[in-house]
């Protein structure tokens, strides 16, 4: 049985199941690899997960980084009715 991979990507921001000490419960995502790294956005404190544990602890995005997944631009402008 394999769990599905969290989508994430450079300079999204995640929420874990649990927060920092300092208070934030904000992470921004530096690095995408074997290894997920994530800097606290509250106090700025970089830690690396391995993806599994990434994954285990992952409890939502708070933002997703320019374009991802938000393909808009593809249906041509807004209708300004
Ligand atoms: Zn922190």
Do not use: Q
Not at 12 to 17: F, G, H, I, S, W
Not at 21 to 49: F, H
């Amino acid at each position: 049985m394999v769990k599905p991979i969290v989508p994430v990507r450079m300079d999204d921001v995640v929420r874990l199941k649990k927060g920092h000490p300092c208070g934030t419960n904000a992470w921004k995502v530096t690095r995408v690899g074997m290894d997920i790294g994530l800097e606290c956005s509250g106090c700025g404190r970089r830690v690396m997960l391995v993806r599994s544990e990434f994954d285990r602890r992952y409890n939502g995005h708070v933002s997703h980084a320019r374009g991802d997944g938000y393909d808009a631009d593809h249906g041509g402008s807004e209708n300004l009715s």
